[in-house]
């Protein structure tokens, strides 16, 4: 199982970008969908999720001006990101989560992406 994310580079404060993830297998497999973040020597933190309901969640940081939502057909899921600040400068990645006893994975399984850059500033 592997999540490909794309998306990001380099754009002015106030900009937009939109991360992509996705996934090898049915992304409705997994409970949760996820992005995270990491600054330079900042801890990895939780931007938003998305359940297989649909309920989605997110950091006081970008609630207002982050979307995450997700395309079925296509795998995959999406985080549109509007009103870019520098301090949204980070490495974004995707988590994809099935909780354990959930389609036949007794352990449960948390598989991460590789990282890609979002990089805000004039």
Known sequence: ?????SGGGLVQPGGSLRLS???S???LS???VAWY???T???RELVAGINNDDTTGYSESVKGRFTISRDNARNTAYLEMNSLKPEDTAVYFCDAVIEPGHKGYVFGLDV???GTQVTVSS
Not at 1 to 5: E, I, R
């Open 30 to 32: 997994f409970d949760t």
């Open 41 to 43: 020597g900042s801890q």
């Open 1 to 5: 199982v592997q999540l490909q994310a």
């Open 112 to 114: 991460w992406g590789k």
């Open 25 to 27: 297998i049915n992304i």
């Open 21 to 23: 993830c996705t996934t």
């Open 37 to 39: 973040r990491q600054g």
